[in-house]
């Protein structure tokens, strides 16, 4: 079985830059999260949606970052314009229900000069 | 609010020997608690899972864990390491009074095995 398939693995792009993350959750999963990897805050959960619908963003930056689910099998993040403190390794997740265990994508790697 | 703490960094054991990882957690009403390990590059993997029922949960791999609401504590547990078993282990939470799916996480304990 396919599991949560991110793209791109890594990126590289110079500050100012629009930066987009893709995700492709596992078929039949409701729940779909996002979350930003670094040393210095650990594993910090950025936005989560249920059935497509965002039900919590608290934990994203500033305005500058947005995710969206257009449908079930499809979700982006998108950093416009990223800033060097933006760099981190963005991981993707999906779950069956609420309390199932959580789906984790391999990351996308991103660094912003 | 609710809140998890894994107290070591780094936790190093020789192979063959057993192994204790550690968490505690502060939630309101009853705990939902996970395990999930990190292989490097790769995203996280889940070991196990306490809702309710056995304080002795059995997992992925040979792993297990023990709650113990009076100590709140939810360690995680090996009878014998292997080399294989070095990586991240990351102890999470949700608060059973809440609605939210969001799971909130500890900062991640290094398991080093030596040969």
């Known amino acids: 079985d396919a599991g949560v398939i991110q793209s791109p693995r890594h990126e590289v792009t110079e500050m100012g830059q629009e930066v987009t993350l893709r995700c492709k959750p596992i078929s039949g999963h409701d729940y779909l999260f996002w979350y930003r990897q670094t040393m210095m805050r650990g594993l910090e959960l950025l936005i989560y949606f249920n059935n497509n619908v965002p039900i919590d963003d608290s934990g994203m930056p500033e305005d500058r970052f947005s995710a969206k689910m257009p449908n079930a099998s499809f979700s982006t993040l998108k950093i416009q314009p990223s800033e060097p403190r933006d760099s981190a390794v963005y991981f993707c997740?999906?779950?069956?229900?609420?309390?199932?265990?959580?789906?984790f994508g391999d990351g996308t790697r991103l660094s912003i000069l | 609010a609710q809140s998890v703490a894994q107290p070591e960094d780094q936790v190093n054991v020789a192979e063959g020997n057993p192994l204790t990882v550690k968490c505690t957690y502060s939630v309101s009403g009853n705990p939902y608690l996970f395990w999930y390990v990190q292989y490097p590059n790769r995203g996280l993997q889940f070991l196990l899972k306490y809702i309710t029922g056995d304080n002795l949960v059995k997992g992925s791999y040979g792993f297990e864990a023990e709650f113990n609401k009076s100590q709140t504590s939810f360690h995680l547990k090996k009878p014998s390491a292997l080399v294989s078993d070095s990586a991240l282990y990351f102890c999470a939470v949700r608060g059973g009074s809440s609605n939210t799916g969001k799971l909130i996480f500890g900062q991640g304990t290094t398991l080093q095995v030596k040969p």
């Open positions: 997740a999906s779950s069956l229900m609420r309390d199932q265990p959580q789906h």
